[in-house]
Protein backbone atom coordinates (compact mmCIF):
# COMPACT_ATOMS: atom_id res chain seq x y z
CA UNK A 1 0.00 0.00 0.00
CA UNK A 2 1.45 3.25 -1.01
CA UNK A 3 2.23 5.48 2.06
CA UNK A 4 2.24 9.37 2.00
CA UNK A 5 5.65 10.95 2.09
CA UNK A 6 7.82 10.90 5.33
CA UNK A 7 7.44 14.87 5.22
CA UNK A 8 4.07 14.81 5.64
CA UNK A 9 3.82 13.77 9.29
CA UNK A 10 6.20 17.04 10.27
CA UNK A 11 3.13 19.43 7.99
CA UNK A 12 0.98 20.28 11.01
CA UNK A 13 -2.72 21.13 10.05
CA UNK A 14 -3.84 25.00 10.76
CA UNK A 15 -5.17 25.07 13.53
CA UNK A 16 -7.24 27.66 13.18
CA UNK A 17 -8.89 26.71 9.75
CA UNK A 18 -10.28 23.82 12.25
CA UNK A 19 -11.41 26.19 14.60
CA UNK A 20 -13.14 27.99 11.99
CA UNK A 21 -14.67 24.93 11.05
CA UNK A 22 -16.06 24.12 14.35
CA UNK A 23 -17.24 27.93 14.35
CA UNK A 24 -19.21 27.26 11.07
CA UNK A 25 -21.17 24.32 12.25
CA UNK A 26 -21.87 26.08 15.66
CA UNK A 27 -23.47 28.97 13.43
CA UNK A 28 -25.62 26.23 11.14
CA UNK A 29 -26.49 24.81 14.23
CA UNK A 30 -28.31 28.70 15.13
CA UNK A 31 -25.49 30.20 17.35
CA UNK A 32 -24.15 33.90 17.38
CA UNK A 33 -20.12 33.51 16.66
CA UNK A 34 -18.25 36.65 17.09
CA UNK A 35 -14.74 35.80 14.56
CA UNK A 36 -11.72 37.27 16.17
CA UNK A 37 -9.65 34.23 15.09
CA UNK A 38 -9.76 34.94 11.61
CA UNK A 39 -6.77 36.87 9.67
CA UNK A 40 -8.37 38.74 7.24
CA UNK A 41 -9.42 42.40 6.84
CA UNK A 42 -13.33 42.03 7.30
CA UNK A 43 -13.80 45.21 4.84
CA UNK A 44 -15.02 44.40 1.09
CA UNK A 45 -12.53 44.42 -1.73
CA UNK A 46 -11.91 48.65 -2.81
CA UNK A 47 -14.56 49.20 -5.21
CA UNK A 48 -12.00 50.76 -8.45
CA UNK A 49 -9.98 46.74 -7.70
CA UNK A 50 -13.76 45.37 -8.60
CA UNK A 51 -14.19 47.51 -11.51
CA UNK A 52 -10.97 46.96 -13.21
CA UNK A 53 -11.36 43.46 -12.82
CA UNK A 54 -14.87 43.55 -14.43
CA UNK A 55 -13.62 45.41 -17.12
CA UNK A 56 -10.72 43.27 -17.35
CA UNK A 57 -12.97 39.78 -17.37
CA UNK A 58 -15.82 41.29 -19.53
CA UNK A 59 -13.00 42.39 -22.13
CA UNK A 60 -12.63 38.10 -22.21
CA UNK A 61 -9.13 38.19 -23.08
CA UNK A 62 -8.40 36.42 -19.69
CA UNK A 63 -5.13 34.41 -20.88
CA UNK A 64 -1.71 33.00 -19.10
CA UNK A 65 0.90 36.26 -18.03
CA UNK A 66 4.20 36.31 -18.09
CA UNK A 67 5.27 33.58 -15.17
CA UNK A 68 6.95 36.86 -13.13
CA UNK A 69 3.48 38.92 -13.96
CA UNK A 70 2.88 41.58 -16.33
CA UNK A 71 5.14 44.53 -16.68
CA UNK A 72 2.22 47.09 -15.70
CA UNK A 73 1.94 45.64 -12.35
CA UNK A 74 5.63 44.99 -11.93
CA UNK A 75 6.11 48.60 -12.69
CA UNK A 76 3.57 49.82 -10.52
CA UNK A 77 4.69 48.03 -7.83
CA UNK A 78 8.24 49.80 -8.16
CA UNK A 79 6.61 52.93 -8.31
CA UNK A 80 4.99 52.06 -4.92
CA UNK A 81 8.40 51.61 -3.22
CA UNK A 82 9.30 55.18 -5.27
CA UNK A 83 6.65 57.01 -3.33
CA UNK A 84 5.95 55.40 -0.06
CA UNK A 85 9.58 54.22 0.62
CA UNK A 86 11.82 56.58 -1.00
CA UNK A 87 13.46 53.94 -2.81
CA UNK A 88 14.10 52.63 -5.86
CA UNK A 89 13.55 48.85 -7.10
CA UNK A 90 14.41 47.50 -10.36
CA UNK A 91 10.71 46.23 -11.54
CA UNK A 92 12.75 43.66 -13.17
CA UNK A 93 13.58 42.42 -9.27
CA UNK A 94 9.94 41.52 -8.42
CA UNK A 95 8.09 39.06 -9.33
CA UNK A 96 4.20 38.51 -9.16
CA UNK A 97 3.20 35.31 -7.03
CA UNK A 98 0.15 33.74 -5.62
CA UNK A 99 -0.40 35.69 -2.42
CA UNK A 100 2.74 36.29 0.29
CA UNK A 101 2.34 32.53 0.08
CA UNK A 102 3.50 31.94 -3.78
CA UNK A 103 6.53 34.56 -2.79
CA UNK A 104 7.70 32.81 0.22
CA UNK A 105 7.61 28.97 -1.58
CA UNK A 106 9.79 30.92 -4.28
CA UNK A 107 12.16 32.98 -2.15
CA UNK A 108 12.86 29.65 -0.12
CA UNK A 109 13.22 27.31 -2.52
CA UNK A 110 15.82 29.33 -4.84
CA UNK A 111 17.95 29.21 -1.59
CA UNK A 112 17.58 25.58 0.48
CA UNK A 113 19.31 22.69 -0.59
CA UNK A 114 18.17 19.71 1.18
CA UNK A 115 19.58 19.97 4.84
CA UNK A 116 20.15 23.98 4.86
CA UNK A 117 18.52 25.78 7.80
CA UNK A 118 16.51 28.47 8.07
CA UNK A 119 16.51 30.78 11.82
CA UNK A 120 12.71 31.73 12.30
CA UNK A 121 11.24 33.37 15.04
CA UNK A 122 8.75 31.59 17.15
CA UNK A 123 6.17 32.30 18.06
CA UNK A 124 5.86 33.20 14.23
CA UNK A 125 3.49 32.22 11.20
CA UNK A 126 3.33 28.93 11.10
CA UNK A 127 3.25 28.19 7.54
CA UNK A 128 7.14 29.29 6.93
CA UNK A 129 8.33 26.28 8.98
CA UNK A 130 6.09 24.14 7.14
CA UNK A 131 7.63 25.58 3.71
CA UNK A 132 11.09 24.78 4.50
CA UNK A 133 10.25 21.27 5.71
CA UNK A 134 8.51 20.78 2.28
CA UNK A 135 11.96 21.86 0.54
CA UNK A 136 13.93 19.25 2.60
CA UNK A 137 15.31 22.38 4.69
CA UNK A 138 15.10 22.29 8.81
CA UNK A 139 13.27 25.11 10.65
CA UNK A 140 15.49 26.36 13.18
CA UNK A 141 13.11 28.17 15.41
CA UNK A 142 14.65 31.34 17.68
CA UNK A 143 12.41 31.52 20.56
CA UNK A 144 11.50 35.42 21.28
CA UNK A 145 9.02 36.91 23.84
CA UNK A 146 8.15 40.09 25.01
CA UNK A 147 11.71 41.53 26.55
CA UNK A 148 12.92 41.80 22.64
CA UNK A 149 9.61 42.77 21.46
CA UNK A 150 8.75 38.71 19.79
CA UNK A 151 11.18 39.72 17.63
CA UNK A 152 14.67 38.00 17.28
CA UNK A 153 18.16 39.87 17.65
CA UNK A 154 21.66 39.64 16.59
CA UNK A 155 22.60 38.07 19.25
CA UNK A 156 20.78 35.37 18.91
CA UNK A 157 21.79 35.02 15.39
CA UNK A 158 25.70 35.05 16.39
CA UNK A 159 24.62 32.23 19.07
CA UNK A 160 22.32 29.59 16.78
CA UNK A 161 24.02 30.28 13.49
CA UNK A 162 25.62 27.15 12.21
CA UNK A 163 27.50 25.91 9.13
CA UNK A 164 23.92 24.61 7.63
CA UNK A 165 22.33 27.95 8.22
CA UNK A 166 20.94 29.58 5.01
CA UNK A 167 19.36 32.84 6.40
CA UNK A 168 17.15 34.29 8.62
CA UNK A 169 13.42 34.95 7.89
CA UNK A 170 11.32 37.72 9.56
CA UNK A 171 7.85 39.61 9.44
CA UNK A 172 7.46 43.20 10.22
CA UNK A 173 4.69 43.96 11.93
CA UNK A 174 4.46 40.04 13.14
CA UNK A 175 1.84 37.75 13.16
CA UNK A 176 0.41 36.58 15.77
CA UNK A 177 2.39 39.45 17.72
CA UNK A 178 1.76 42.74 16.27
CA UNK A 179 5.03 43.23 16.91
CA UNK A 180 7.36 45.82 14.61
CA UNK A 181 10.88 45.49 14.14
CA UNK A 182 12.79 49.35 13.95
CA UNK A 183 14.76 50.35 11.23
CA UNK A 184 18.36 50.15 13.40
CA UNK A 185 17.61 46.42 14.54
CA UNK A 186 16.63 45.71 10.81
CA UNK A 187 20.28 46.98 9.71
CA UNK A 188 21.58 44.94 12.64
CA UNK A 189 20.24 41.79 11.28
CA UNK A 190 20.46 42.40 7.94
CA UNK A 191 24.06 42.89 8.65
CA UNK A 192 24.88 39.95 10.95
CA UNK A 193 23.32 37.48 8.48
CA UNK A 194 25.38 39.01 5.54
CA UNK A 195 28.91 38.85 7.68
CA UNK A 196 27.90 35.01 7.80
CA UNK A 197 27.04 34.64 3.86
CA UNK A 198 23.37 34.34 4.77
CA UNK A 199 20.25 35.66 3.06
CA UNK A 200 17.47 38.09 5.47
CA UNK A 201 14.02 37.29 4.24
CA UNK A 202 11.78 39.86 5.14
CA UNK A 203 8.00 39.19 5.18
CA UNK A 204 6.56 42.98 4.83
CA UNK A 205 2.62 41.67 4.24
CA UNK A 206 1.48 43.66 7.20
CA UNK A 207 3.08 46.75 5.77
CA UNK A 208 0.50 49.71 5.75
CA UNK A 209 -0.71 48.25 9.06
CA UNK A 210 0.80 50.21 11.64
CA UNK A 211 -0.61 52.90 14.24
CA UNK A 212 1.81 54.46 15.41
CA UNK A 213 0.79 58.54 14.51
CA UNK A 214 2.26 61.64 14.95
CA UNK A 215 0.68 64.95 14.41
CA UNK A 216 1.84 67.10 11.42
CA UNK A 217 0.21 70.15 9.82
CA UNK A 218 -2.65 70.28 7.42
CA UNK A 219 -1.04 70.40 4.09
CA UNK A 220 1.50 67.67 3.99
CA UNK A 221 2.51 64.70 1.84
CA UNK A 222 -0.33 63.05 -0.19
CA UNK A 223 0.14 59.79 1.85
CA UNK A 224 -1.52 61.94 4.93
CA UNK A 225 -4.88 61.15 6.08
CA UNK A 226 -7.21 63.63 7.84
CA UNK A 227 -8.77 62.04 10.82
CA UNK A 228 -11.37 63.20 13.65
CA UNK A 229 -11.60 67.08 14.66
CA UNK A 230 -11.28 69.05 11.86
CA UNK A 231 -11.29 72.07 13.30
CA UNK A 232 -8.32 71.30 15.10
CA UNK A 233 -6.11 71.84 12.16
CA UNK A 234 -3.78 69.01 12.02
CA UNK A 235 -3.59 65.91 10.24
CA UNK A 236 -2.39 62.64 11.77
CA UNK A 237 0.08 61.14 9.74
CA UNK A 238 0.79 57.71 10.06
CA UNK A 239 4.50 56.23 10.92
CA UNK A 240 6.10 53.14 11.83
CA UNK A 241 6.14 51.34 8.44
CA UNK A 242 7.88 53.86 5.93
CA UNK A 243 11.00 51.96 6.07
CA UNK A 244 11.05 48.87 3.82
CA UNK A 245 13.96 46.58 4.12
CA UNK A 246 14.72 46.94 0.74
CA UNK A 247 16.18 50.35 1.84
CA UNK A 248 19.32 48.02 3.45
CA UNK A 249 20.76 46.40 0.48
CA UNK A 250 19.82 44.46 -2.71
CA UNK A 251 20.30 41.62 -0.86
CA UNK A 252 17.17 41.40 1.19
CA UNK A 253 14.11 39.18 0.09
CA UNK A 254 11.40 41.37 0.45
CA UNK A 255 7.95 39.57 0.63
CA UNK A 256 4.55 41.72 0.53
CA UNK A 257 1.11 41.04 -0.54
CA UNK A 258 -2.46 42.68 -1.81
CA UNK A 259 -4.03 40.60 0.67
CA UNK A 260 -3.76 42.42 3.96
CA UNK A 261 -3.19 46.36 3.55
CA UNK A 262 -4.96 46.32 0.60
CA UNK A 263 -7.79 44.19 1.46
CA UNK A 264 -7.25 41.56 -1.20
CA UNK A 265 -7.12 37.85 0.60
CA UNK A 266 -9.11 35.96 -1.83
CA UNK A 267 -7.85 37.69 -4.85
CA UNK A 268 -4.87 35.64 -4.40
CA UNK A 269 -1.90 38.07 -5.30
CA UNK A 270 1.37 39.17 -3.81
CA UNK A 271 4.96 39.56 -4.77
CA UNK A 272 8.55 38.78 -4.25
CA UNK A 273 11.88 41.74 -4.33
CA UNK A 274 14.79 39.48 -5.23
CA UNK A 275 18.77 40.22 -5.51
CA UNK A 276 19.01 40.53 -9.50
CA UNK A 277 20.78 37.07 -9.51
CA UNK A 278 18.37 35.18 -8.54
CA UNK A 279 15.48 36.47 -10.70
CA UNK A 280 16.04 34.47 -13.93
CA UNK A 281 15.53 31.16 -11.47
CA UNK A 282 12.52 32.44 -9.99
CA UNK A 283 11.13 32.77 -13.08
CA UNK A 284 11.69 29.26 -13.97
CA UNK A 285 10.64 27.90 -10.75
CA UNK A 286 7.15 30.08 -11.59
CA UNK A 287 6.86 28.86 -15.02
CA UNK A 288 6.90 25.58 -13.74
CA UNK A 289 4.91 25.52 -10.74
CA UNK A 290 2.10 28.17 -11.53
CA UNK A 291 2.49 29.06 -14.79
CA UNK A 292 1.64 32.70 -14.23
CA UNK A 293 -0.24 34.81 -11.64
CA UNK A 294 -4.08 34.58 -12.12
CA UNK A 295 -4.42 37.35 -14.63
CA UNK A 296 -7.69 38.72 -13.38
CA UNK A 297 -6.27 39.56 -9.76
CA UNK A 298 -3.19 41.31 -11.80
CA UNK A 299 -5.53 43.67 -13.69
CA UNK A 300 -7.47 44.22 -10.79
CA UNK A 301 -4.88 45.05 -8.74
CA UNK A 302 -3.49 48.08 -10.97
CA UNK A 303 -6.10 49.43 -9.54
CA UNK A 304 -5.25 48.78 -5.74
CA UNK A 305 -2.50 51.78 -5.91
CA UNK A 306 -4.65 54.83 -7.09
CA UNK A 307 -4.98 57.32 -5.09
CA UNK A 308 -8.70 56.99 -4.57
CA UNK A 309 -8.31 53.09 -3.05
CA UNK A 310 -5.48 54.65 -1.17
CA UNK A 311 -7.29 56.58 0.43
CA UNK A 312 -9.73 54.41 1.19
CA UNK A 313 -6.91 51.97 2.67
CA UNK A 314 -5.78 54.78 4.53
CA UNK A 315 -9.39 55.13 6.38
CA UNK A 316 -9.59 51.92 7.03
CA UNK A 317 -5.84 51.68 8.77
CA UNK A 318 -7.87 54.29 10.92
CA UNK A 319 -10.36 51.85 11.73
CA UNK A 320 -7.80 49.09 12.57
CA UNK A 321 -6.16 51.48 15.14
CA UNK A 322 -9.22 52.55 16.52
CA UNK A 323 -10.25 48.55 17.21
CA UNK A 324 -6.56 48.42 18.44
CA UNK A 325 -6.98 50.96 20.76
CA UNK A 326 -10.39 49.94 21.98
CA UNK A 327 -8.98 45.74 22.55
CA UNK A 328 -5.67 46.31 24.39
CA UNK A 329 -7.12 48.00 27.65
CA UNK A 330 -10.16 45.85 27.57
CA UNK A 331 -8.09 42.74 27.32
CA UNK A 332 -5.26 44.22 30.03
CA UNK A 333 -8.71 44.85 32.17
CA UNK A 334 -9.69 41.29 32.09
CA UNK A 335 -6.63 40.19 33.12
CA UNK A 336 -4.35 39.24 29.69
CA UNK A 337 -0.71 40.02 30.08
CA UNK A 338 -0.14 41.49 26.41
CA UNK A 339 3.79 42.51 27.84
CA UNK A 340 4.46 43.81 24.35
CA UNK A 341 2.85 46.43 21.95
CA UNK A 342 1.22 45.33 19.41
CA UNK A 343 2.05 48.36 17.07
CA UNK A 344 1.01 46.83 13.77
CA UNK A 345 -1.03 44.24 12.08
CA UNK A 346 -4.20 43.21 13.21
CA UNK A 347 -3.57 40.87 16.10
CA UNK A 348 -2.84 40.90 20.20
CA UNK A 349 -0.67 37.94 21.40
CA UNK A 350 -2.18 37.79 24.70
CA UNK A 351 -1.07 35.66 27.65
CA UNK A 352 -3.60 33.74 29.30
CA UNK A 353 -1.93 32.04 31.97
CA UNK A 354 -3.98 33.42 34.64
CA UNK A 355 -6.79 31.91 33.46
CA UNK A 356 -5.75 28.44 32.12
CA UNK A 357 -2.55 26.48 31.34
CA UNK A 358 -4.06 25.01 28.33
CA UNK A 359 -4.86 27.63 25.59
CA UNK A 360 -6.21 25.10 23.58
CA UNK A 361 -8.66 24.05 25.67
CA UNK A 362 -9.41 27.94 26.96
CA UNK A 363 -9.98 28.57 22.81
CA UNK A 364 -12.45 25.79 22.76
CA UNK A 365 -14.67 26.43 25.79
CA UNK A 366 -14.72 30.28 24.98
CA UNK A 367 -15.74 29.48 21.41
CA UNK A 368 -18.15 26.76 23.07
CA UNK A 369 -19.46 28.54 25.98
CA UNK A 370 -19.31 32.22 24.88
CA UNK A 371 -19.17 31.76 21.11
CA UNK A 372 -16.03 34.14 20.65
CA UNK A 373 -13.80 32.60 18.09
CA UNK A 374 -10.00 33.11 19.19
CA UNK A 375 -6.53 31.34 18.32
CA UNK A 376 -4.84 29.07 20.70
CA UNK A 377 -1.56 29.52 20.29
CA UNK A 378 -0.50 26.24 18.85
CA UNK A 379 -0.73 27.23 15.64
CA UNK A 380 2.54 29.69 16.17
CA UNK A 381 5.11 27.70 17.01
CA UNK A 382 6.45 25.41 20.21
CA UNK A 383 7.48 28.34 22.39
CA UNK A 384 5.46 28.66 25.27
CA UNK A 385 2.08 27.88 22.95
CA UNK A 386 -0.29 26.90 26.00
CA UNK A 387 0.27 30.17 27.67
CA UNK A 388 -0.95 32.51 24.52
CA UNK A 389 -4.16 33.30 22.81
CA UNK A 390 -4.27 35.63 19.40
CA UNK A 391 -6.95 37.71 19.18
CA UNK A 392 -7.28 39.55 15.94
CA UNK A 393 -9.57 42.64 15.62
CA UNK A 394 -10.69 42.36 12.33
CA UNK A 395 -14.58 42.40 12.70
CA UNK A 396 -16.27 45.36 13.06
CA UNK A 397 -16.71 47.81 16.35
CA UNK A 398 -20.38 46.69 17.30
CA UNK A 399 -19.19 43.02 16.96
CA UNK A 400 -15.55 43.62 18.75
CA UNK A 401 -17.75 45.37 21.78
CA UNK A 402 -20.31 42.30 21.92
CA UNK A 403 -17.04 39.38 22.01
CA UNK A 404 -15.65 41.36 24.59
CA UNK A 405 -18.32 41.33 27.12
CA UNK A 406 -19.45 37.50 26.03
CA UNK A 407 -15.80 37.18 27.05
CA UNK A 408 -16.17 39.06 30.28
CA UNK A 409 -18.98 36.85 31.26
CA UNK A 410 -17.52 34.17 30.65
CA UNK A 411 -14.08 34.41 32.48
CA UNK A 412 -15.98 35.95 35.51
CA UNK A 413 -18.51 32.21 35.78
C1 LIG B 1 3.10 36.81 8.25
C2 LIG B 1 2.32 36.28 7.09
N1 LIG B 1 2.97 36.00 5.95
C3 LIG B 1 2.32 35.49 4.88
C4 LIG B 1 0.95 35.25 4.92
C5 LIG B 1 0.29 34.68 3.69
O1 LIG B 1 -0.63 35.57 3.13
P1 LIG B 1 -1.03 35.62 1.58
O2 LIG B 1 -0.59 34.39 0.93
O3 LIG B 1 -2.52 35.79 1.60
O4 LIG B 1 -0.37 36.83 1.01
C6 LIG B 1 0.24 35.53 6.08
C7 LIG B 1 -1.22 35.27 6.16
O5 LIG B 1 -1.86 35.38 7.18
C8 LIG B 1 0.93 36.07 7.20
O6 LIG B 1 0.31 36.34 8.36
Not at 305 to 326: M, N
Amino acid sequence: MTMPARRMSDIAPFHVMELLTRARQLEAGGRSIIHMEVGEPDFPTPPLVIEAAQAFIRDGHVFYTPALGIPALREAIARFYAERYGVSVSPQRIAVTAGSSGALLLALAVLLNPGDELLLPDPGYPCNRHFVRMLEGVPRALAVGPETNFQPTAGQIEQQWTSRSKGLLVASPANPTGTLIDATTMAGLAACVAERGGALLADEIYHGLTYALKETPLGGAPKEVRLGNASKEICLEHTGDTDTALALSDEVFVINSFSKYFGMTGWRLGWLVAPQRFVRDIEKLAQNLFISPSAPAQHAALAAFHPETIALLEARRAQFRSRRDYLLPELRRMGFRIAAEPGGAFYVYADCSRFATDSGKLAGEILEQAGVAITPGLDFGKNAPERHVRFAYTVAEDKLEEGLARLARHLRS
